[in-house]
């Protein structure tokens, strides 16, 4: 009972609650068909929500206003350079997915020096770059799809006993991030600022340093996602980030994650992951339309959030 | 004293308490018709709460209002309005996004129609030119776009327009303090044209000559309640400084403190004012407590925010050569982290010690908030509380263990027991001598004057310079101010 209640009490844990939902009416409705397959497919395709999802999750935390608009700009064009450094070899993965890494990175420190340097709100800033990030990866890319490596293929599609080898190193990376959040100085400095900016620099914050390392911190994460969905696709394009604008801010919003900023946490960032890739499963098990496919996530996006926000209020 | 119609306000025992603080303890305040009653007092002293109460914008705990002999019971800012009460407050009311004449025509409902617009720039514009002659605003200009002082014209100039309801006493909270002496002069003859009308006003300033000259009838507030109340022809200067000061000699309990205390050490601050000319300079030794004195609001706090920020980054004009930690006076928007718990919030400041490899020890991170809990007396059951289960004078300390508790040499100290209750502040003043005698330098910026006999010696402001620097043996309420009211009268 007590830790019911202790569980009830964390942000995190409906977003687990709705996944597990979601996997049961999926299941119940194939009758127990494919159910494992749906967990490993569930895992696979959650990585890279989650990777983006974490960045995501230090810029919303830095305070109202802030967020990276810039991410599926920053995957397409990190995944070509990933693809066109590693030029089909495998001895040049590892270089590969430095310039990726190199290359995201790159775009965070611009979008924070936009804000920093011209004092633009990071909406806009992380938007305009956007734009730019698109039309430099169009004319780098030339629009075609760039293939990986076999050895990187493979390694984005390696399972253990169904178990996708991606997902249990995303395990270990967002085990880091919690304990960056909450034990290092960095993610207490994220922390302070997202409550009360002035107050943190009264308190001896270094605000400039903690938002530029929050913003390329960002843009990294967005970077490697790029390398990896290019892996994992088997091909790096221009559109392979569209769907992680969204998915990126909802992942963060449902796993209890405050928007209002200085409140955060990663668990829950995994368990919107998982939500909102099982949702689409059992959509498409149920064999909806597309438009009521669309339809249908909103309304239950809009009922999570509700359910998991019943303590927000009390600020 | 004869009551009823005379009066078009009468308070009788206004009390008023925010939390644990008397803001104003039974106090009578009457005005009658065709008078200008001035009041005075330092900062805290109740007048504006005072005034909020005569405008409806606050109620009073306990007492009574009558308004033209007619007690009300439900008395508010609309009530004020139909029976002819308007104020003009300090904190300037304008909405900064709409035009002159947009904002004249909030203040009066019956301005509606077709040409509405216009109806209330004529209005607004033949008030602004009988008040302040070449005034040079139109009623289209933005009030953004205005300067302090034009928008402070357009505040008092709309305060007067009458449509509909009737218009007997207008309260003016400072009326003067974005004004040149030119204007100040046309709105004060105005003001006596206004009373010699029949009308009556409230003039609050701390310009003391101007409330001799054009009051007849003076207030004194002092700790929330009237001291005295007399003819204004009865004051001189002399008598209005030591009624608002207390003609009584104050004890200096600091004395024998500083009498122990080594010479002073080492330069901690040198510091000069943005707006200075002179070349004063502030310079805060170790070991030394250095007050900030004169009104609220003239560069006090700017000049604390200057020195903070010059311990990170280099500024011209400023030397700062230890660490530096801040207690915000404000605590709001200031120093709270409302998310955290008591403990989080007393070890953001020290989170480099409080490290044990590279991440934080909860370990470490309680003791320290320990140790502060019972150096300081934060009263609560357990420090992981979150901060907002304290009292505002329990935060306040914690706010203070924050900055005693890092490894900052350097405590500036903005105006901090602001709504804090004597209990605390006096065991926080001992926590300050105490630890000034282990070598911290404390810039102590208050506007409770009774708090400076802590200082070795007070730096007065006045405009954003510093134009009195007072040692401690010429430390005197009075002397203080002299300095910050230093006009000609």
């Known amino acids: ?315 | 004293m004869p009551e009823g119609d005379a009066d078009i306000i009468r308070l009788n025992g206004a009390e008023k308490h925010f939390g644990a603080v008397r803001a104003l303890g039974g106090v009578d305040f009457h005005v009658r018709r065709g008078e200008c009653v001035g009041l005075v007092g330092h900062n805290g002293a109740g007048k504006s709460t005072l005034m909020h109460m005569v405008a409806g914008t606050l109620t009073p705990d306990s007492g009574k209002i009558g308004v033209h002999g007619g007690v009300e019971d439900n008395y508010s800012v609309s009530r004020a309005q139909k029976r002819g009460i308007r104020c003009v407050f300090q904190e300037l009311s304008l909405c900064p996004n709409l035009s002159v004449a947009e904002n004249t025509r909030i203040n009066h409902a019956s301005l509606s129609g077709l040409g509405w617009r216009r109806k209330a720039a004529a209005l607004i514009t033949a008030k602004l030119d009988e008040i302040f002659p070449d005034h040079g605003i139109s009623a289209w200009d933005i009030v953004g776009d205005l300067s302090i002082g034009r928008r402070q014209m357009v505040e008092v100039a709309r305060a007067f327009t009458v449509t509909q309801d009737r218009l007997d006493l207008v309260i003016l909270d400072e009326p003067t303090s974005s004004l040149d002496a030119h204007t100040a002069g046309q709105l004060l003859a105005f003001v006596r044209r206004f009373i010699a009308g029949g009308k009556s006003c409230i003039l609050i300033s701390h310009v003391l000559g101007e409330v001799l000259r054009n009051a007849d009838r003076i207030v004194v507030m002092r700790d929330g309640k009237v001291v005295v109340a007399d003819a204004a022809s009865a004051f001189d200067r002399d008598r209005l400084v030591t009624a608002m000061g207390g003609a009584e000699a104050r004890q200096k309990i600091a004395a024998e403190i500083a009498a122990a205390r080594p010479a002073a050490g080492p330069l901690r601050v040198r510091a000069r004012a943005a707006a200075q000319k002179d070349g004063a300079d502030l310079v805060a030794r170790a070991g030394e407590i250095i007050g900030l004195a004169g009104l609220a609001g003239h560069g006090q706090t700017d000049l604390l925010l200057a020195i903070f920020a010059a311990a990170s980054r280099a500024r011209t004009g400023i030397e700062v050569t230890a660490p530096v930690a801040l207690v915000a006076g404000d605590r709001q928007s200031d120093g709270i982290f409302p998310q955290w718990s008591i403990a989080e919030n007393i070890g953001i400041r020290s989170l480099a010690r409080l490290r044990n490899g590279l991440l934080i020890s909860p370990r470490r991170e309680a003791e320290l908030a320990e140790f502060w809990q019972k150096k300081i007396g934060i009263r609560t059951p357990d420090m992981n509380n979150n901060i907002f289960s304290l009292s505002g004078g329990n935060q306040q300390k914690a706010l203070f263990a924050r900055a005693l508790g890092s490894d900052a040499q350097i405590v500036l100290m903005d105006d901090p027991m602001r709504g804090v209750d004597i209990g605390t502040k006096l065991e926080v003043y001992d926590l300050v001598r105490e630890e000034a005698g282990r070598g911290r330098t404390f810039l102590w910026y208050t506007t409770e004057t009774e708090e400076l006999d802590n200082c070795d010696h007070v730096y007065v402001f006045k405009n954003g310079r510093i134009v009195a620097n007072l040692g401690r043996d010429e430390l005197t309420e009075e002397k203080i101010i002299q300095s910050s009211f230093g006009d000609a009268a």
């Open chain 1, 1 to 315: 009972m007590i830790l019911v209640r202790s569980l009830a009490g964390k942000p995190w844990v409906w977003s687990f609650l709705g996944a597990l939902v979601v996997w049961l009416a999926t299941i119940a409705f194939t009758g127990g068909y494919g159910a494992g397959g749906m967990v490993t497919a569930a895992l696979s395709l959650a990585v890279f929500t989650v990777i983006v999802g974490v960045g995501q999750m230090f810029v919303i935390t830095l305070g109202p206003g802030n967020v990276d608009l810039s991410l599926p700009a920053n995957i397409g064009l990190a995944s070509a350079v990933a693809m066109k450094v590693m030029a089909g070899s495998d001895s040049m993965i590892v270089v590969g997915l430095l310039a990726a890494l190199a290359c995201g990175a790159a775009i965070g420190a611009v979008n924070y020096l936009l804000i920093w340097a011209l004092r633009i709100p990071p909406i806009i800033a992380t938007l305009s770059a956007s734009f730019i990030i698109q039309s430099i990866d169009i004319s780098y890319g030339r629009g075609l799809q760039i293939k990986p490596p076999p050895g990187f293929a493979d390694f984005t599609n390696w399972q253990v006993l169904g178990i996708p080898v991606l997902a249990v190193l995303t395990v270990l990376f967002t085990i880091g991030a919690a304990i960056a959040l909450q034990r290092m100085i960095y993610g207490r400095s994220v922390l302070a600022i997202g409550q009360n900016i002035r107050a943190a620099w009264l308190a001896g914050v270094n605000v400039g340093r903690i938002r530029f390392l929050t913003y390329t911190l960002s843009g990294a994460l967005g970077g490697i996602d790029g390398a990896l969905l290019a892996g994992y696709f088997r091909g790096a394009n221009v559109d392979i980030g569209n769907e992680y604008l969204l998915a990126s801010i909802a992942v963060v919003v449902i796993g209890g994650t405050s928007v209002a900023g200085g409140k955060a946490n990663v668990p829950g960032v995994w368990g919107a992951a998982l939500f909102l890739v099982l949702l689409l499963t059992m959509l498409n098990t149920f064999g909806v339309s597309a438009g009521v496919r669309l339809l249908l996530t909103g309304l239950i996006i809009v009922g999570v959030i509700t359910a998991a926000g019943g303590e927000k209020a009390v600020r």
